[in-house]
């Protein structure tokens, strides 16, 4: 390479921040970088965007039975069993294995309750969905039927969006109560997975959500809008509830 | 099948990166029941070739190399390989068209969804080596031994891989503006 006149190239961009350029044209990039603002403004998006693409990467959080049965699979025991035996996946170890969590969750639950925090609230309340299997009080995938059930039954109103994200599906809604404030429990499904969205008013004196984390291997992630607070809980990766989390937050916006 | 303290080592190379593998795979497959048979597969297939591994060189990248090849049988991968890639042109590819300011070339990444939704839109092929690259923290040449391909297609599907992402972003603030 000899000395950088022209503006860099994409792949010098790349090779120059993953750190595949050799001593002598890293420095011939450097001191092009020196002298031509478009250039450095290029390096910095594109490690901006290195990072980002890490850091979303790193937000896909592997099921926990799903690793077991891997780590399982590592074991010199589990090894000499027979290839076609190294297919657990099944109808019966799926069940078996969110049986499991259901009731180490319920376990865990109950130990912390005495906290009386509002995750493990919302988390009993999904639990609930959960383990009882009762239907939601308004059964239906429309939101012109679930919304409207709400009306006169809560202190406040809220949008459904139009369209949810791609596998995502509405099941129906119940009326429930947070901390004892009234709030509509939206039930969905995630691909397999269950979801709980509750919407409840927002107190003027609160001023950003909760940090969104992980309890008892479920993922809760809060959101707030101008007057609403959004809350959800489920046993999905993270980006897919985050995804739906999006969709309802936007549909509150003015239109 | 190795010997026990083989299959110890094996073990102990492997299972820090059953996360990475599991993740990778669904990458691969979009699919969590897919991505965990991938997995299952692969180790299985890795164990039984461990002897043939040269100890001292990337274990990662072996490995690797391994679930990928195991990928390419299965179903999804097959239906994919219908769909045509446009191989890579680093003569169209490595040129300078610069935005009309450079600070467009800027971009506000703290938009979770629209960086899930920008990558997933991204092709499969292209998807692949960045991650490998971004997430995995491989180098070219390990990247080039995981996919079979010359060093220098690594390095332009990677450059590619980070010119489309961006145009995705760019096209996703324009809309959301």
Known sequence: MTHINAHLGYDQVSAFIDGELSPKETSEVEEHLANCHPCAIRILSATQLKAATRHVSERFVVPPEALSRLTAQLSPEASKKPAGVYTLRSWTWGALAASLILAVSLLGWHATRQSGSLAAELLDQHLAVLSGGSPPEVISSDRHTVKPWFQGKLP???????????????????????????AALLRFNIGRHQ????????????????????????????????????????????????RLMSVLVEAQSPR | MPAPASSALFEQLALPLLPSLYSHAFWLSRNHEEAEDIVQETISKALRAFDSFHAGTNFKAWVFRILRNTFLTSRTA??????????????????????????????????????????????PQLREVLLLCDVEGLKYKEIALVIDVPIGTVMSRISRARRTLHEHLQKQRGVSL
Not at chain 1, 216 to 241: C, E, K, M, W
């Open chain 1, 156 to 182: 406040f109103s809220f949008n459904l969006p139009d369209a949810l994200p791609a596998g995502t599906t509405l099941n129906g809604g119940d009326l429930t109560f947070l901390h004892g404030q009234p």
């Open chain 1, 195 to 242: 979801a709980s969205v509750f919407f409840t008013q927002r107190s003027r004196d609160e001023s950003e959500p909760a940090t969104s984390g992980i309890q008892s291997g479920f993922v809760i992630q809060y959101a707030n809008t101008h007057d609403l607070r959004i809350t959800a809980v489920s046993d999905v990766n993270p980006s897919d509830l985050a």
């Open chain 2, 78 to 123: 097959i239906a994919a390989s219908r769909t045509v890639f446009l191989e890579d042109h680093p003569d169209l590819l490595n040129i300078s068209d610069m935005s009309p300011t450079p600070e467009d070339h800027l971009l506000r990444l703290d938009n979770q969804a629209a960086m899930d939704q920008a990558l997933d839109r991204l092709h």
